[in-house]
């Protein structure tokens, strides 16, 4: 990658309801000689952005690209080592920006949940990225870290007591709301041909053989049922239809560099539901689920959708505070062997988390990149990032623990940093 550039990191989408954020946790966050900029098509509203985040006008450049013009975005990308994007729905605004990036040599993460876009990526730009070591990380916010960085550590704490990961099973609660970007996003994917590769449960591996156990494991789930290791009722989960495919892809991608997760390797995630009436808040949830995915199926019901929310809105203040997720995870040994682990963060997963997990990531990209695991492609965050994103989000509150696999203690690998929130 050429060296001589302006900037670490642009943030690109800045004007967005996520990218305003961003912007904030940057003015935050951001470590001291870290040179960063600011990016959106619209100047004046990069202007309001920045005043509105209490940066002082000479602090931050600020980049007015035109994300249908590729001299521009090329510009763009150039003048940077590391490209954050919030800029979605990804399908019709995010090829161009990957492409700049692989053929530049700029480092990449966003948020992107949609995953036949991802699987169009691959296709087109792994193999490059790869070959000039460039890292283009995908789903880096709540689709899907939590899953894929807890999995990785899971993982990696069988491996080192000395027995491969048969499988993990990841039970989510959570509370908070939608913003409108997100509901823009998910009417493409329905709306695009890509809509139909949504249940091929591999949609993001590499092109390998599967074992039927495997495959039989890896269905999405679709029903609810009361799932004796989690004590209590489960059901499908919102977001499983991209995080599996990720935590799949991870163990393909880790298999490939000659770390696998383990033989016939499975990972499956479900809604957890707490008692009273657990059963009942199963089946209206899931009732709930088909009907926004049957709802998304049909061109007026995506009008809908997208009309009460539009992109740029999103919840208020209030709500992202006090939402929050939990992932507890459970892994089983090839040997047999239990254990445990959770992550949990206290604001709204898929704005207040999502912000913190998608800065976190581009910091790595930037500020740490000698102490990532070496090569490049179209990457998950665990294959990326790996333990370099484990110690950013810990030191940043995240609590994060994962039991130790050796003896029958249980004792607590690490859990998260003093100043951490708690989580109902």
Not at 233 to 246: D, H, K, S
């Amino acid at each position: 990658m050429p060296t001589a550039r302006d900037f670490d990191v642009i943030l690109f989408g800045a004007t967005g309801f996520t990218g305003r954020q961003t912007v904030e946790y940057f003015a935050r966050h951001a470590p001291p000689g870290l040179r960063w900029a600011i990016a959106a098509r619209n100047r004046a509203k990069l202007e309001l952005v920045r005043a509105g985040a209490g940066i002082a006008p000479n602090a931050v450049e600020l980049l007015a690209v035109d994300s249908r013009d590729q001299a521009s975005i090329d510009a763009m990308v150039g003048r940077t080592r590391v490209l954050l994007s919030t800029a979605g729905p990804f399908a019709l605004h995010g090829t161009p920006i990957v492409d700049a990036c692989t053929r530049l040599g700029t480092h990449y993460a966003d948020i992107t949940g949609e995953t036949p876009w991802i699987r169009h990526m691959i296709d087109r730009y792994h193999a490059r990225a790869s070959s000039e070591g460039t890292r283009i990380v995908m789903c880096c916010g709540f689709d899907s870290v939590p899953a894929d960085i807890g999995t990785f550590m899971l993982v990696r704490a069988l491996r080192g007591a000395g027995t491969g990961c048969a499988e993990v099973r990841g039970y989510y609660r959570m509370a908070g709301g939608f913003n409108g970007g997100t509901i823009a996003s998910m009417a493409n994917i329905y709306a695009s041909a890509g809509g139909k590769a949504l249940g091929d449960p591999f949609l993001l591996d590499p092109p390998i053989e599967h074992s039927a156990a495997q495959t039989a494991k890896s269905r999405d789930v679709d029903t609810p049922f009361f799932d004796a290791k989690a004590g209590t009722w489960v059901g499908p989960f919102l977001m499983a239809a991209v995080n599996t495919r990720v935590v799949r892809r991870s163990a393909a991608l880790a298999a490939e560099r000659g770390e696998p997760y383990g033989r016939d390797f499975t990972y499956q995630e479900y809604a957890r539901y707490g008692h009273p009436l657990a059963a009942a808040k199963a089946i209206v949830s899931t009732a709930v689920l088909g009907l926004v995915d049957a709802g998304m199926r049909t061109s007026l019901g995506r009008e809908l959708f997208t009309s009460m929310l539009k992109p740029g809105a999103g919840p208020s203040t209030q709500t992202m505070d006090k939402g929050f997720f939990r992932i507890d995870l459970a892994a089983k040994g090839e040997d047999g062997r239990e254990i445990r682990g959770s992550i949990r963060h206290q604001g709204d997963p898929g704005n207040r988390a999502t912000v913190r997990f998608l800065c976190e990531s581009a910091l790595a990209l930037a500020v740490d990149q000698d102490s990532l695991h070496p090569g490049g492609g179209v990457l998950t965050p665990a294959i990326a990032l790996g333990d370099v994103l484990v110690r950013r989000l810990r030191a940043a509150g995240v609590e994060i623990s994962v039991e130790s696999a050796a003896g029958a203690s249980g004792a607590r690998e690490a859990s998260s940093a003093s100043s951490a929130p708690g989580t109902p």
